[in-house]
């Protein structure tokens, strides 16, 4: 405290406004820490949504996380607005009495101090002219005048201590009242904190807690169980004869399966580095329907290597290395040649590349087409240079035919009388790989010499039929392909088609598909932009002559269509999609718009009767 005349008596004016300070900036501090603390849980709830959206390579048992992680979530919320309205309470009872007890009072008592300095350096001054007047008598007005400036310096000087001495004793009661005035609204805000947070985690939070509890516990047990499996797994594969990981163990007699429509393993490939050098490579090898595909190690998917539709395959004698067979294209070139590890592989992959080239894999019931046609290693491995004689070869014979009439339920004769590719579609017949038509042209063929909207819209009145429909069915589909065929007289024609446009993508690395709409009516195939709502072409259902879903692959689905030409002929061509459903719903609904067609005709012939 300060004595009347102004004399310091207890403390340390530096000390005190250091450590007033330093108790304001400690107590400022807790409010961004609050804030941060809001960030922090705001923040928890979005990770806890987005963990449905992570692509984990094992996905069991991820549902019921999701849910509990989502109820988890909103708790967060919940705490997140009372971690917020605690933010708010403490900036309003906390910090601010300490900002105005900063910015006000320190301020003013910082500045009255500043007023009394500058006041006693007046007094200083007009004492050193009071004291340099001489002993002789001098002018009396000079004398006068001095004396008056050291009266009025020494009244501004007694008038600013006393104020900024009781400015600081009043300091020694607000600086209490600052100090305990935030720590009050600190201990009300937590208090109310704690009261909502406990009303909000009623009993019904604390039975989720242990039902939560009880799943964790559970998955560990399953955990538990899961790993002391493999570790009984592991160790009977380990407790197995040293021989099963030597290759070819089983060299005398192994158990070759003839009868696989499908093959995957690694194979090593024989490339040329030099009109007589040659290097080898180990590559992972898949077959894909009538394809052999090759994904090398660390892609993230495989390439086309070899159409195996109509190939050969024989075993050769290559640098002196065993196990290798050569695929031989349908026009008798040369094709690739691959080793494998052993024996039963080698076998097993030149019976799949010969069943696969016969199309076994488009039948209906391929495993059992597989063993009919099973033949023995060594007629398997004879190899075929032309297309006619690969034919004659994959015919059954004889007493097959007679056998396949007995049963007919395992392999359909129309699976045995397929086409030949060339009588279905020409070879070298360019494929499209976008939408036939843009809409401005499809609309200038259509309106003759009307008027082009330069927007590309079609009119309300362009397609009045679909209004007056009585099919409409609107299907998601992705534009694959079309080419030219030769005919439409059995659906053999749209399965090639989807073979060789599948094929072209695959040899010419095309992922995009154009994505539209396929509405069928009962007068119509309407395809429209799903952007723009434009038709980009329109086929009247009449001039659909075939159509059909692909047997294995349900997704994918074609139709042939009958065009009139302008030299007076006609053009057959195909259409192949990739739907989004199954391909035989579209079927379905292109044929019962035929149905609908057939019988309206019906009708108006009685009508007119």
């Given at each position: 405290m300060l004595t009347h005349s102004g004399i310091f008596t207890g403390f340390s004016e530096v000390a005190f406004f250091g450590d007033c300070m330093y108790w304001t900036d400690l107590t400022c501090f807790a409010l961004p820490l609050q804030n941060e603390m809001c960030l922090a849980t705001q923040q928890l709830s979005k990770q806890l949504l987005a963990y449905e959206k992570q692509n984990f390579a094992l996905g069991k048992g991820d549902e019921e996380v999701i849910s509990t992680l989502h109820y988890f979530s909103k708790v967060v919320d919940e705490l997140n607005v009372l971690h917020t309205e605690l933010a708010k309470q403490l900036a309003d009872t906390m910090v601010l009495p300490i900002i105005q007890f900063r910015e006000k009072d320190l301020t003013e008592v910082s500045t009255l101090k500043d007023l009394f300095g500058l006041a006693s350096n007046e007094h200083d001054l007009s004492m050193a002219k009071y004291s340099k007047l001489p002993k002789k008598k001098e002018n009396e007005k000079v004398k006068t005048e001095v004396v008056k400036e050291v009266a009025a310096a020494r009244r501004k000087q007694h008038l600013s201590s006393l104020q900024y001495y009781c400015a600081l004793n009043a300091l020694q009661y607000r600086k209490r009242v600052a100090m305990m005035e935030p720590m009050i609204g600190f201990a009300h805000g937590q208090i109310n904190f704690f009261k909502r947070g406990?009303?909000?985690?009623?009993?019904?939070?604390?039975?989720?807690?242990?039902?939560?509890?009880?799943?964790?516990?559970?998955?560990q047990v399953e955990q538990e169980a899961e790993a002391e499996k493999m570790r009984v797994s592991q160790q009977e594969l380990l407790s197995v004869d040293e021989s099963v990981y030597t290759p070819d163990f089983d060299v005398s007699t192994p158990q070759i399966n003839r009868n696989l429509i499908q093959k995957a393993g690694y194979l090593n490939l024989r490339n040329k580095t030099g009109l007589v050098t040659t290097t080898w490579e180990r590559l992972y090898f898949f077959t894909q329907g009538g394809n052999l595909m090759c994904q090398p190690r660390g892609a993230v998917a495989g390439g086309l290597i070899q159409d195996l539709d109509n190939c050969s395959v024989m075993a050769v004698d290559c640098e002196d290395r065993r196990y290798c067979f050569q695929i031989t294209t349908p026009n008798g070139k040369s094709g690739i040649i691959l080793q494998a590890e052993s024996r039963k592989e080698n076998e097993e992959w030149i019976c799949a590349i010969n069943n696969i080239s016969r199309q076994i894999y488009l039948t209906d019931n391929p495993e059992a087409v597989a063993i009919k046609l099973n033949q023995t290693a060594l007629?398997?491995?004879?190899?075929?240079?032309?297309?006619?004689?690969?034919q004659e070869?994959?015919?059954?014979?004889?007493?097959?035919?007679n056998s396949e009439m007995e049963n007919d339920k395992i392999v359909p004769k129309t699976t045995v009388n397929v086409p030949e590719p060339e009588q279905l579609i020409a070879p070298g017949t360019p494929i499209q790989f976008d939408i036939v038509l843009p809409a401005t042209e499809f609309l200038d063929q259509n309106r003759g010499g009307r008027r082009v909207n330069p927007f590309g819209e079609t009119e309300d009145d362009t397609f009045p039929e679909a209004e007056d429909s009585l099919l409409q069915q609107m299907f998601i589909v992705r534009f694959l392909g079309s080419m030219a065929v030769n005919t439409d007289s059995t659906a053999e024609v749209i399965y090639e088609a989807m073979r060789q446009v599948l094929a072209a993508r695959a040899?010419?690395?095309i992922f995009r598909m154009t994505e539209t709409h396929l509405m069928v009516t009962s007068q119509t195939l309407r395809l429209i932009d799903p952007q723009t709502q434009v038709t980009r072409a329109n086929f009247e259902l009449t001039s659909v002559?075939?159509?059909?879903?692909?047997?294995?692959?349900?997704?994918?689905?074609?139709?042939?269509?009958?065009?009139?030409?302008?030299?007076?002929?006609?053009?057959?061509?195909?259409?192949?999609?990739?739907?989004?459903?199954?391909?035989?719903?579209?079927?379905?609904?292109?044929?019962?718009?035929?149905?609908?067609?057939?019988v309206q005709k019906a009708h108006a012939l009685v009508s007119e009767c």
């Amino acid at each position: 405290m300060l004595t009347h005349s102004g004399i310091f008596t207890g403390f340390s004016e530096v000390a005190f406004f250091g450590d007033c300070m330093y108790w304001t900036d400690l107590t400022c501090f807790a409010l961004p820490l609050q804030n941060e603390m809001c960030l922090a849980t705001q923040q928890l709830s979005k990770q806890l949504l987005a963990y449905e959206k992570q692509n984990f390579a094992l996905g069991k048992g991820d549902e019921e996380v999701i849910s509990t992680l989502h109820y988890f979530s909103k708790v967060v919320d919940e705490l997140n607005v009372l971690h917020t309205e605690l933010a708010k309470q403490l900036a309003d009872t906390m910090v601010l009495p300490i900002i105005q007890f900063r910015e006000k009072d320190l301020t003013e008592v910082s500045t009255l101090k500043d007023l009394f300095g500058l006041a006693s350096n007046e007094h200083d001054l007009s004492m050193a002219k009071y004291s340099k007047l001489p002993k002789k008598k001098e002018n009396e007005k000079v004398k006068t005048e001095v004396v008056k400036e050291v009266a009025a310096a020494r009244r501004k000087q007694h008038l600013s201590s006393l104020q900024y001495y009781c400015a600081l004793n009043a300091l020694q009661y607000r600086k209490r009242v600052a100090m305990m005035e935030p720590m009050i609204g600190f201990a009300h805000g937590q208090i109310n904190f704690f009261k909502r947070g406990a009303e909000m985690f009623n009993q019904s939070m604390d039975s989720f807690l242990s039902s939560v509890a009880d799943m964790v516990q559970s998955i560990q047990v399953e955990q538990e169980a899961e790993a002391e499996k493999m570790r009984v797994s592991q160790q009977e594969l380990l407790s197995v004869d040293e021989s099963v990981y030597t290759p070819d163990f089983d060299v005398s007699t192994p158990q070759i399966n003839r009868n696989l429509i499908q093959k995957a393993g690694y194979l090593n490939l024989r490339n040329k580095t030099g009109l007589v050098t040659t290097t080898w490579e180990r590559l992972y090898f898949f077959t894909q329907g009538g394809n052999l595909m090759c994904q090398p190690r660390g892609a993230v998917a495989g390439g086309l290597i070899q159409d195996l539709d109509n190939c050969s395959v024989m075993a050769v004698d290559c640098e002196d290395r065993r196990y290798c067979f050569q695929i031989t294209t349908p026009n008798g070139k040369s094709g690739i040649i691959l080793q494998a590890e052993s024996r039963k592989e080698n076998e097993e992959w030149i019976c799949a590349i010969n069943n696969i080239s016969r199309q076994i894999y488009l039948t209906d019931n391929p495993e059992a087409v597989a063993i009919k046609l099973n033949q023995t290693a060594l007629q398997a491995v004879t190899p075929i240079t032309s297309y006619g004689k690969k034919q004659e070869s994959s015919r059954p014979s004889q007493n097959l035919k007679n056998s396949e009439m007995e049963n007919d339920k395992i392999v359909p004769k129309t699976t045995v009388n397929v086409p030949e590719p060339e009588q279905l579609i020409a070879p070298g017949t360019p494929i499209q790989f976008d939408i036939v038509l843009p809409a401005t042209e499809f609309l200038d063929q259509n309106r003759g010499g009307r008027r082009v909207n330069p927007f590309g819209e079609t009119e309300d009145d362009t397609f009045p039929e679909a209004e007056d429909s009585l099919l409409q069915q609107m299907f998601i589909v992705r534009f694959l392909g079309s080419m030219a065929v030769n005919t439409d007289s059995t659906a053999e024609v749209i399965y090639e088609a989807m073979r060789q446009v599948l094929a072209a993508r695959a040899i010419h690395n095309i992922f995009r598909m154009t994505e539209t709409h396929l509405m069928v009516t009962s007068q119509t195939l309407r395809l429209i932009d799903p952007q723009t709502q434009v038709t980009r072409a329109n086929f009247e259902l009449t001039s659909v002559t075939q159509f059909a879903a692909h047997q294995e692959n349900k997704r994918l689905v074609g139709f042939v269509v009958r065009m009139p030409e302008s030299t007076g002929g006609e053009s057959l061509s195909t259409y192949i999609f990739e739907s989004n459903s199954e391909g035989e719903k579209i079927c379905y609904a292109i044929n019962l718009g035929k149905e609908i067609i057939e019988v309206q005709k019906a009708h108006a012939l009685v009508s007119e009767c």
